[in-house]
């Protein structure tokens, strides 16, 4: 028996390893709500065109509304012998309101209607994760307001560096997912292009209206070549470099969380709604979640790295390669927005542990930046000179043990005669953090407003 949505062209049915290989409906199914309304924005244009009647039309409105609220409802039967999502509608279409259903794909073709559903969906969840990332945001900047006094080492090469605040940090999160929401906005304009109405590849020879159904999808406008339109999964690529680069923002927020928890960090706690036991060590308290956020970034990248491969060798126009687009297309932006879930969760549940991040923060000659600048700004050494007078002091100290505040105003003058009681003042991690009120410094003055203003931003 011939399939009947192909038409008389395959007398025969597909083999089963055929339809196996083929079939996407398992996935595509979540596109049934994107699949109908593009179906009824289409089906109002041909009524608007006068390409099919009014009473058609409203059949197959009324139709697909029947079909949607069986969907939702889940009711509908689905059928892998149909394939995807738009056979399944349409044959559910035809079962409701009889022949009229067949008017329905009029001008159109299932290689820009699964672009115009793809689209659409993409664009709704851009949409999603943007509130999350907004959430997330607060979370942070809730999080730095707080503690904005709060002293801890800050890090490079993961050595002692300079003192910094926990608030500080915290913002710094706050302008990395900023970025995060500029990519995926701007990967939107290029998302929100409408598909429908190119047909298979060609476009079609009826009147039909795309400017039309565009405002009806809430598209920007048509998109101006429909070899382009039908072919193009750059949109998807873009959204999931965008979505690469917030799971990895997300990642190394949990990478320092991991390290945090441990008992030789110990710069925060979290609490058992983040945390796991270990089956045989009683004492274990695991940051499962933070590890989970981590290793869940690779799968983030690799739908990228799948959709760039997939592509990279097609031809125009469209080639049955691309619906192995969806899959991981839809993994990637479920296990983003689960990633951001959870890293607002453990950012709203973490509590710093002052002591431990004061005390660390003493650690490894952390003033030693605010030396060589005192030297600068009150003797009036180059800098130059000044970094080795105190590199000189630093070995000092560390040959006895002891930190550059430890060391005697005379052990100090070995070095550079010209040094006065006065730099006492100047290598405290107190006096360090507040003395750093640059533009986009960690002061605490700075943090508070800074945190203020990116409340207020967010709402």
């Known amino acids: 028996m011939a399939n009947k949505m192909w038409g008389g062209r395959f007398a025969e049915t597909p083999s089963e390893i055929m339809q196996e290989v083929n079939t996407s409906i398992d996935f595509d199914k ?23 009647s ?47 259903a067949g008017r329905l794909h009029t001008a159109r073709s299932r290689n820009d209607q699964v672009a115009t559903d793809f689209r659409l969906y993409v664009r709704d969840t851009i949409d999603h994760l943007d509130e999350q990332i907004a959430a997330l945001q ?25 003192p910094v605040t926990f608030g500080h940090h915290c913002l710094a999160y706050v302008e990395m997912l900023a970025r995060d929401r500029e990519r995926f906005q701007d990967a939107r304009r290029r998302v929100n292009q409408n598909p429908l109405g190119s047909a298979a590849l060609a476009g079609t020879s009826f009147p039909i209206d795309r400017h039309m159904t565009s405002k009806e999808l809430g598209f920007e406008g048509p998109m101006r070549n429909s070899l382009d339109a039908v072919s193009a999964r750059d949109f998807a690529i873009e959204t ?18 991991v390290l945090w928890t441990s008992a030789q960090f110990r710069f925060v706690t979290l609490s058992d709604k983040f945390t796991t036991g270990s089956s045989i060590m009683p004492q274990k308290r695991n940051p499962d979640a933070a590890e989970l ?40 932006l479920d296990t983003l927005s689960l990633c951001i879930a959870a890293t607002k969760g453990m950012v709203e549940d973490l509590e710093p542990n002052i002591p431990e991040l004061r005390a660390a923060a003493d650690v490894g000659f952390a003033t030693a930046t605010d030396l060589a600048d005192w030297l600068v700004r009150v003797i009036g050494l180059p800098f130059r000179q000044a970094h080795h007078v105190t590199g000189s002091l630093v070995a000092k100290a560390e040959s006895r043990g002891v930190d550059l505040a430890d060391l005697t105003l005379e052990e100090m003058r070995a070095v550079e005669p010209r040094i006065t009681e ?10 360090s953090v507040r003395s750093r009120m640059s533009f986009g410094g960690t002061a605490p003055d700075n943090v508070r407003a800074e945190a203020e203003r990116w409340l207020s931003l967010l709402g």
Request: net charge negative; aromatic share 6%.
């Open 422 to 431: 006065d730099v006492y003042g100047a290598l405290t991690v107190e006096a």
């Open 240 to 257: 999931l470099g965008a979505a690469a680069i917030c799971a990895m923002h997300l990642s190394r927020f949990a990478e320092e969380l």
């Open 30 to 52: 979540r596109l049934f709500a994107q699949d109908i309304a593009g179906s009824k924005a289409h089906c109002r244009m041909l009524q608007a065109q006068g390409i099919i």
């Open 293 to 332: 956020v981590r290793g869940k970034a690779g799968r983030v990248i690799g739908a990228l790295v799948t959709l760039l491969v997939m592509m990279k060798g097609l031809p125009l126009a469209y080639g049955k390669d691309m619906q192995e687009d969806k899959e991981p297309t839809f993994d990637a």
């Open 138 to 162: 607060r979370a942070f900047a809730q999080k730095a307001k707080q503690h904005a006094d709060v002293i801890m080492p800050g890090f490079t090469h993961l050595q002692s560096a300079q």
């Open 54 to 100: 009014d009473d058609d039309a409203a059949d197959i409105i009324r139709g697909l509304e029947q079909v949607q609220s069986e969907i939702e409802s889940g009711s509908f039967n689905f059928s892998r012998s149909l394939e995807d999502i738009h056979m399944n509608v349409e044959s559910r279409l035809a079962e409701i309101i009889g022949p009229a």
